[in-house]
């Protein structure tokens, strides 16, 4: 008899698919609602995601509950926002047992797009200007996991192509796409850098957001190895339409002249922004929602926009209008409307996705700033 080792190869093949279709979804717990939606994207039916931080909701002043330490305790992966965002994740969710793998989004952003505290943008109190040079290939980790990384770096480098930016980013989101992966420990929290120097706001830039898309996508092949080829699908996908929506704000915001991208908000949250698009940003309080300016600030940020006859001054959305009131009534400057500085809103919103957040906040600036 002749031996039958095609049919058991081949018996076992459908065996083998069968039980990786069988896999329940990953489990995700996301604490910032663009980590969610990239998720959502990039993972597709096979992540199941709970939003740990509901839209809408302040980052700055966010406790997780007792029901949201649980989501955090049983995932396999933790997405956070980083860069000191998420305090409680060590002082609660470590103490509750949570042993998912962490990917810490702003903390594994290469040196040439992460924005310094202070450093985005032009300042009217003297700050620098940080030119967004993109060289990222030289900061970036390489990868160490051989069988999943080596797919996946190939197929996040051609993500990251799509997008648009140059090819030095789209080489360290593939090359960053492999860190920190030899074994299924979680990733550091906050690691490498005093959260403290950096500007936490890194959603104000799409090149951010699709560097950090990459990495997301990779985890998630390193974490499910075997549908490696369908998350990086669903990431260039992701890439690709963050790529038009970077063409489509850069075409919106030439309409404002250089002399008008004079940008007063409530804090300090829109660094980035500033960054990319040079304009100069005129904050009334510092990095969170918490501090309130002292009366010597707002003096000069009320002599300042006479001084430049700056048309327009923005609430935010999680911020008391009481204080950008007060600078209308001063100055004679508008209210140009109110932009969402800490994420996407809630469903009602018409900002209650990354995309639909970043056009809102662009249309604002153009139709408060752009010549009539």
Request: proline share 7%; aromatic share 4%.
């Amino acid at each position: 008899m002749k031996p039958h080792w095609h049919i058991t190869a081949a018996f076992m093949l459908s065996a083998a698919i069968a039980s990786a279709d069988a896999q329940p979804p990953l489990k995700i717990a996301s604490l910032h609602p663009v980590l969610t939606g990239i998720a959502r994207e990039t993972g597709g039916g096979l992540v199941s995601i709970t939003g740990v931080l509901p839209p809408g909701v302040d980052p700055h002043v966010f406790e997780p509950s007792a029901i949201d330490l649980r989501a955090i305790v049983n995932a396999d992966l933790i997405l956070a926002a980083g860069l000191g965002r998420e305090s409680y994740l060590d002082r609660r969710a470590g103490r509750a047992g949570a042993s998912g793998r962490i990917l810490s989004a702003g903390d594994m952003l290469p040196d040439a797009l992460l924005l310094r505290a202070g450093g985005g943008g032009h300042r009217h109190d003297g700050h620098r200007h940080d030119e967004h040079e993109h060289d990222a290939h030289a900061h970036a980790p390489p990868p160490t996991r051989a069988r999943a990384a080596a797919a996946t770096n190939a197929n996040a480098r051609a993500a990251a192509n799509d997008t648009g930016a140059d090819s030095d980013t789209a080489t360290a989101a593939a090359s960053a796409a492999g860190a920190d992966s030899d074994t299924g420990a979680a990733i550091p929290h906050s690691a490498t850098r005093d959260p403290h120097s950096a500007d936490p706001h890194w959603w104000q830039s799409v090149d951010c957001v699709s560097f950090i898309a990459g990495r997301i996508g990779g985890e998630l092949a390193l974490l499910r190895p075997e549908s490696a080829d369908v998350f990086a699908r669903n990431t260039r996908a992701c890439q690709r339409r963050l790529a038009a929506l970077k063409a489509w704000a850069a075409a919106e915001i030439a309409r404002i002249p250089p002399a008008r991208r004079h940008l007063v908000t409530s804090h300090d949250a829109f660094g980035y922004l500033a960054r990319d698009y040079g304009f100069e940003i005129h904050p009334l309080s510092g990095l969170s929602t918490d501090g309130e300016p002292d009366a010597r600030r707002l003096a000069a940020l009320i002599r300042l926009i006479r001084g430049k006859n700056i048309p327009a001054v923005f609430a935010e959305n999680n911020a008391s209008p009481r204080v950008i009131a007060n600078l209308v009534s001063e100055t004679g400057a508008r209210t140009g409307g109110t932009l969402y500085a800490d994420g996407p809103g809630p469903a009602d919103s018409g900002a209650a996705t990354y995309e639909a957040m970043y056009r809102h906040n662009i249309r604002t600036l153009v139709e408060a700033l752009a010549p009539e």
